[in-house]
């Protein structure tokens, strides 16, 4: 008999024994697989329950569109529900949320709304009651979080079928929390039949990876979520049910989704503990909508291995552009050498990333709104806005002399994504306001210290605070909104907020700088005195306020000269060029603390002038297209491997330093001398520039040209030069030299003969004009 239409299909999915996986064999272990549901998951239960409890009740019509805040699978649900209901549908949405699941959405006629990914569901579900809210006349709000149709789609149906597909036998159900309309139904209608029957809720860790689930401290807690109804919470790690997943279609062959992953982790853990019974875990969907993540992706075995200081392991940055987030130097000190320190460390990191084929952006942050900044303005009397704007100038120009590839997001820019910060943290009860100033209150933050491993317990604020001054409920808090000066004031240097006249704080800013300007915060490098407070703050804000949770974070070692910070602009001077500079800030491991001392600089300066000179060599011999030789061949294979090795641990380029000066000394003799090969030179040439695609030392656009890329009416000239040299008719050379330098180029005078130059006037050998001053 043909069913009236897919919907009836909907629930009686199979419980399958799983045999592999479980670990006691005393103990029975299903699963029951919700991804045989007609629209692929557990949520086909819940659409059809809530349009049919709307539709029953008069509130939804034909005339009104269903709109919803999902991250995938409920959307999925309604999208097929409406299809065959012939109603409108608007979902609301991350942009974070799978591709697979997006093209499921739309095949079924939903229109779909992208919020932006790093607000996560929170920022899905602020925009869909919005609408609702303000056009009502237009949209019926499902909100799945608090409405009892979820619970009634599983209390009939979920809990009710595993009841009798186990004959009663079912002792514990486990699954996860997302709405957790499926562990209330369940408990629900199991309670009413067994009340031995424990349901244990899945729920992942603060900052968690898996999608779809919720933990419930850091997002909003659904409306019909009840604790007290379940038999135990227990937490999973992301890597546990993202491997959990993998071998359930490895060793059972079910390919499972992430939630199903935690939920069947979290199994294995209850049979180990059990003596006896019968465990039945929800696998709410099927794998195959997490292709384009990570899930079931090939183990990443290239790229830069960080350290990351939260857990003292080695990550991997996961596929997809990657964001790379730096603390800028402050606005009074523009030039200050240990932000710009960690400004090249991550380019190269980024250069490195974009080498293997990927995406990499890079963002230094502008905090131009904080103490600092205004007293800068002050002293230059100027108006906040024009010391910025000039300050940002002057850190884009350092930017290119130092060869660093950079955004600069202003703190100014990123106002009202500040404002939202903060609601959203007073919305959630995470920060209070006092005086007319706002703080984050540190103690509802479960995770606080956890990053810089600090003991909350045993810090001594006394030596670096004075409690007297202070008026926060609690000393360890810290500001998110600053009450204003009267000098604020007069000057109107303020923002309007309904908290009153406030300025944000530097941790603030910091947060909200790299939100809008990179496409997600992959790793953040600070300075090893930012650790704590100032990157524990970050983590604060950013995984409760704005779901972003960086897979590393960085510490990066200090730069001082006479207990001073060295300024960039006078190390480029005694150095002879931004790029030697570069070289230094890359000297020793980005970890350690780096030496600023005058014979430390001399020796970097003359390192960066072999590496120069020997590119210089080299493109004055290079020339022709023969094959080179197998050894150099070799050699230049060896140099980039190394180079890779030693960017992947932990971009530990103290390492390679040897080794490049090395294959500089043997490229040297090899082009030195009558026997020189012009092959093998090219070679050598192409593999040195190769290695500074990532090291950005040399900047190719300043070297001379090789032999092969000279015009021929300058080749002529030289040829015609030469002879007037060797002829000693001086007076001929000089004037041959002064044509050559006619056409548009640059030359120089070497042992080697001459070398000619594309790039702009500057110093010999092209270093950086900003090195003259």
Known sequence: MAHPDILSLAGDTPLVAIRRLNPNPAVGLVVKLEAKNPGGSIKDRVALAMIDAALDSGELTPEKTVIEATSGNT??????????????????????????????MRAYGAELMLTP??????????????????????????????????????????????????????????????????????AKALKELNPSVKVVAVEPRPGHRIQGLKNMQE???????????????????????????????????????????AAM???????????SGLVVVILPDGGERYLSTTLFAPPQAQGARLKDIATGKPVHLSSGPAGLYTPGPSLDAPAGA????????????????????????????????????????????????ACSEQTRAEMVGLADDLGVRAVFPAASGALERMLE??????????????????????????????????????LALGKTVDLAAYLKDNPQDFTLLKRVSLQDLKLGQVVQTEWGSVRPSWFLQMAACPLAALPRVSAVLAGEGQVFPDLENLRAIWSLAAATRPEAWMACGSVRRDAAEPDLRETARVMGGYRAVRLWLLSVHYRRALDASDKTLAMWS??????????????????????????????????RRELDQAVEDDLSLHHFWPKLFAFCRAANSAAAGKKAQAADAAARL????????????????????????????????????????????FASADALRADIEALGFRTEDTAAGLRLYAAPPGLPGGEDQGAQA
């Open 219 to 261: 997002s909003y807690p659904p409306g019909i979520y009840d604790k007290r109804q379940l038999g135990a919470v227990v937490a999973v790690e992301d890597e546990e049910a993202f491997e959990m997943a993998r071998r359930l279609a490895r060793e059972e062959g079910i390919l499972a989704g992430m939630s199903g992953g």
């Open 421 to 458: 910060i903060t609601r959203a943290l007073m919305r959630k009860g995470l920060c209070y306001e006092k005086l007319r100033s706002v703080y984050f209150d540190v103690a509802r933050d479960k995770a606080y210290g956890s990053l810089s491993h600090a003991d909350m317990a045993k």
């Open 75 to 104: 959307g999925i649900g309604l999208a097929m529900v409406c299809a065959v209901k012939g109603l409108r549908l608007t979902l609301v949405m991350p942009s974070s949320a799978s591709e697979e699941r997006k093209r499921i």
């Open 117 to 186: 990914g790093q607000l996560g569901t929170d920022g899905a579900i602020e925009e869909a009651y919005r609408l609702a809210r303000e056009h009502p006349e237009r949209y019926v709000l499902m909100d799945q979080f608090n409405n009892p149709a979820s619970i009634e789609a599983h209390y009939r149906g979920t809990g009710r079928e595993i009841w009798e597909q186990t004959g009663g036998a079912v002792t514990h159900v486990v699954a996860t929390l997302g709405t957790s309309g499926t562990v209330m139904g369940i």
């Open 265 to 275: 982790a979290a199994a294995v853990h209850l049979c180990g503990e059990l003596e």
């Open 338 to 385: 240990e932000a710009w320190r960690r400004a090249v460390t991550l380019d190269v990191l980024a250069r490195s990333v974009r080498a293997s084929g990927g995406e990499a952006l890079l963002a230094v942050g502008m905090a131009d709104m904080d103490d600092r900044a205004l007293a800068a303005a002050r002293a230059a009397c100027a108006s906040l806005d």
């Open 686 to 729: 192409e593999g040195l520039k190769a290695v500074d695609s990532v090291l950005g030392v040399l900047d190719e656009s300043r070297m001379p040209l090789s032999r092969t890329d000279w015009p021929e009416e300058a080749a002529r000239l030289d040829r015609e030069r030469e002879k007037a040299r060797k002829a000693k008719d």
């Open 606 to 639: 003359a390192n960066w002038r072999k590496l120069r000179d020997t590119a210089a060599n080299l493109a004055h011999v290079a020339h022709g297209a023969e094959q080179a030789s197998a050894e150099t061949l070799a050699a230049v294979e060896t140099l």
